[in-house]
């Protein structure tokens, strides 16, 4: 290992929001990839990405939000939460049916807001 996951992701970022041609791009990215390779921390590129993910949304402002229900929403559900979306945000749909009812708002993969019965019930016992 030759440099920290944060370094890598760092770097990765500054990547991302440099302005660059699609050939460039690819080209960054294939040198990014080998020099993981050569540097033997290929093995550690989930770790990369997931802190690539977390410095992105903080450097742009932007949010990854997963709304996490037990069924699939409708659209006057989703509807409902479009207030916390602003453009260039990340929302995902996630299905869980340990939820029971409700919905659980999973922001930045730091934040939780947890409306779900499975939670209610929890705290019931």
Do not use: C
């Not at 989930?46 to 229900?69: A, D, P, V, Y």
């Amino acid at each position: 290992m030759k440099y920290k996951s944060k370094e890598y992701a760092k770097a990765l970022v500054w990547l991302i929001l440099k302005e660059k041609s699609p050939v460039q791009e690819k080209k960054l990215t294939d040198n990014f990839l080998k020099l993981l390779e050569k540097n033997g921390d290929n093995i550690k590129i989930k770790e990369i990405l997931n802190l690539t993910e977390t410095l992105f949304f903080k450097q742009t402002g932007r949010k990854k939000i997963i709304l996490e229900t037990a069924r699939k929403m409708s659209s006057k559900q989703k509807d409902l939460f479009s207030h916390l979306v602003k453009k260039g945000d990340i929302v995902q749909e996630k299905i869980n049916e340990d939820l029971i009812a409700g919905v659980k708002i999973i922001i930045n993969n730091e934040k939780q807001i947890d409306f779900s019965m499975q939670k209610k019930l929890q705290n019931i016992f």
